[in-house]
DNA sequence: CGGACTTTCTTGAATGATTCAAGAACGCGG
DNA sequence: CCGCGTTCTTGAATCATTCAAGAAAGTCCG
């Protein structure tokens, strides 16, 4: 569980004190892409014992702050945080079970950025989630929800 | 203030049983685009006089799900739901205060909905929401986010 | 290397949007 | 006008996230 040895490196080059809390919860977030709040909790105590919740919300609002992690929130669903940054790509998600998968923008740079009509707001960033069905989902029976 | 005419029309059209909160929470949602639950409670109370928040949930539920509203997410943000429906329409939401405002899609049709790599996901839709500051805080000094 | 200052972690509780549940009221088709 | 099934009311619960105050730890400086 050596996860990411440049953790500390990541977190001095942000100007962020380097305490156990967050190297665990940065490395967490690198083995868990789309991981909830819940879950890099969990792991976080995996590899350091008892650490309180707070810590980790505290910790990833910094890291969020500094860039370090990037949070997603699709509609419907709790925070969840992935360490992919600076690169501009999406997010595929399924409508059934949730579960989200990374998406290269199909045009290349960030042609979306560029809206017909911006109402005058000063656009710095064009996010886009695509919903659909996961190939789990897609061949299981649609689970519920029937009309 | 009867709104729309055509609201008893819609929840007709819809197979849905036409009811005052009914009535009056469509007509809210048209009058105020980009609502959150809150507001409509309030808009809904204005005209109708006390109505169960759970009430509103629920029609705003079932409008949903008739697909007579359509409910919108940014990260950090409460649900708000908005008329217009079918067509492919996406948001500016601004950074500093919150606001959202429509915006259509640049590339005309559905360029988006195409994945360069859908990661056998059967996609159906692709949402994009711009982030920005809008003209307001644009121009003015940041506002500390005291409120 | 040690001390002091500042930031961060811990503990415990609060907030607020949304949902669940059970019973009363109402809309609609007959 | 009646009865059935849906929808509204009331009241409480859930759950992610945040707030607050004090203890502990990290970093800088001499």
Do not use: K
Not at 8 to 27: D, F, I, K, M, Q
Not at 97 to 115: F, M, Q, W, Y
């Amino acid at each position: 569980m050596h996860t990411s040895p440049d953790v500390e490196t990541a977190l001095r080059g942000a100007s962020l004190r380097v305490t156990r809390p967050r190297a665990a919860v940065l490395a967490a977030v690198y083995d868990h892409p789309h991981a909830d709040t819940d879950s890099i909790i969990g792991a976080v105590r995996a590899s350091l014992g008892e650490v309180s919740h707070q810590a980790v919300y505290d910790v990833l609002r910094a890291l969020t702050a500094a860039g370090l992690v990037r949070r997603i929130q699709p509609s419907g669903s709790v925070a969840r945080y992935e360490s992919r940054v600076g690169d501009n790509h999406h997010h595929v998600v399924c409508r059934s079970c949730g579960a989200i998968a990374d998406v290269d923008c199909a045009v290349a740079s960030t042609p979306c950025l560029t809206a017909s009509d911006d109402h005058g707001f000063a656009i710095d960033e064009a996010e886009v989630t695509y919903w659909g069905q996961c190939p789990a989902c897609s061949t299981t029976p649609a689970p519920a929800r029937s009309s």
